[in-house]
């Protein structure tokens, strides 16, 4: 089974800071990585597939990076819509997919 | 816009059969390019992935839930189905209809619906 970790678990920033989220797999999972967003009493929403893809209508102020192991996802100026909590999820092992456990970001 | 809706009991018996019907509108469940799965979410923690069709019918099921799940489609009602067995309070969660690209992300979602164990 591959395993998903992420850190923080969550964070306090303000609007217009810069945030890194950080995911990391057990096993190596190539660039099979995507991002989603939930906010509270809503469904997850798809910001980012295939590591770095920007999914059609997500802000460009969201950013994917890695390979391998090691992904990030990074908010480059906060506003104060994206105060949300953050998946990951690997489909390196498609047809079987694991999230990781989240990172909530709320204000400072 | 393709929709998906969830539907069903919102309280089920421990040790029944939890079941739900997923409803898409506003495109076609035999697309080629895509699965249709069911994820879950117990209240206040991380999401989980229960299991996947394609229109054709193979299934793929979480390997921690593959002994009491079934998940079928009917092509005719653009609907697919999750059926989880004997359940417990363990399975109190939302669960989520999603579909899903073949590359391997969920790019749209019902809105959830909370399905509640307890005699």
């Known amino acids: 089974d591959i395993q998903m970790t992420q850190s923080p678990s969550s964070l306090s920033a303000s609007v217009g800071d810069r945030v890194t989220i950080t995911c990391r797999a057990s096993q190596s999972i190539s660039s099979y990585l995507n991002w989603y967003q939930q906010k509270p009493g809503k469904a997850p929403k798809l910001l980012i597939y295939a590591a770095s893809s920007l999914q059609s209508g997500v802000p460009s102020r969201f950013g994917g990076r890695g390979s391998g192991t090691d992904f990030t996802l990074t908010i480059s100026s906060l506003q104060p819509e994206d105060f949300a909590t953050y998946y990951c999820?690997?489909?390196?092992?498609?047809?079987?997919?694991?999230f990781g456990p989240g990172t909530k970001v709320d204000i400072k | 816009q393709l929709q998906l809706e969830e539907s069903g009991p919102g309280l089920v018996k421990p040790s029944e059969t939890l079941s739900l019907t997923c409803t898409v509108s506003?495109?076609?469940?035999?697309?080629?390019?895509?699965?249709w799965g069911w994820i879950r979410q117990p209240p206040g923690k991380g999401l989980e992935w229960i299991g996947s069709i394609y229109y054709r019918g193979s299934t793929y099921y979480n390997p921690s839930l593959k002994s009491r799940v079934t998940i079928s489609v009917d092509t005719s009602k653009n609907q697919f189905s999750l059926k989880l067995s004997s359940v417990t309070a363990a399975d109190t969660a939302v669960y989520y209809c999603?579909?899903?690209?073949?590359?391997?992300?969920?790019?749209?979602w019902g809105q959830g619906t909370l399905v509640t164990v307890s005699s």
């Open positions: 506003g495109g076609s469940i035999t697309s080629s390019r895509h699965y």
């Open positions: 999603a579909r899903l690209d073949t590359r391997g992300w969920f790019d749209y």
């Open positions: 999820q690997q489909s390196y092992s498609t047809p079987l997919f694991t």
